[in-house]
Nanobody
Framework: QVRLVESGGGLVQAGGSLRLSCVVS????????MAWFRQAPGAERELVSG????????YYQDAVKGRFTISRDNTKNTAYLEMNNLRPEDTAVYFC????????????????????WGSGTLVNVSS
C-alpha cells in the first residue's frame, strides 16, 4: 500500500521559515516525480513546486521563486520543501504528490496526472 505522509506545517509569523517533509512508503521512490501542491481557503489546489526523480528537473511557481526550495533524498524516500520569507498569502494546506516518472527528468505539472497524494499539512502565516 502506497502512503505519503507530510509533516512540518504550523503557525509562523510573516518572514519566518518552515520545512515540510513528505515520507513515502510502499513503492520505489526513485521511479516517481514528486510535487508539492497547496490549497488556500476558498481557492483551488495549485502546483507550488515539483522535482523529477533525478532532481535534474525542478519547477517553481512564480510566487514562490527565490523563497522556496524543493529537494529529495531517494535514500530516505523523502521529499522536502524549504519555505523561507513566508507571507500571509502562503497560508494553505500543503499536499505532497507522486507521479510515476516517464524518465529520470520527467516532471508533470498536471494535478490529475499525479497518482498518489498525502493528506496534507496546514501552513498558517500570520501578518
Amino acid at each position: 500500500q502506497v502512503r505519503l505522509v507530510e509533516s512540518g506545517g504550523g503557525l509562523v509569523q510573516a518572514g519566518g521559515s518552515l520545512r515540510l517533509s513528505c515520507v513515502v512508503s510502499g513503492y520505489i521512490f526513485g521511479n516517481y516525480a514528486m510535487a508539492w501542491f497547496r490549497q488556500a481557503p476558498g481557492a483551488e489546489r495549485e502546483l507550488v513546486s515539483g522535482i523529477s526523480w533525478s532532481s535534474g528537473n525542478i519547477y517553481y511557481q512564480d510566487a514562490v521563486k527565490g523563497r522556496f526550495t524543493i529537494s529529495r533524498d531517494n535514500t530516505k524516500n523523502t521529499a522536502y520543501l524549504e519555505m523561507n520569507n513566508l507571507r500571509p498569502e502562503d497560508t494553505a494546506v500543503y499536499f505532497c504528490a507522486a507521479e510515476r516518472a516517464e524518465g529520470k527528468d520527467y516532471l508533470g505539472r498536471i494535478e490529475n496526472g499525479y497518482d498518489y497524494w498525502g493528506s496534507g499539512t496546514l501552513v498558517n502565516v500570520s501578518s
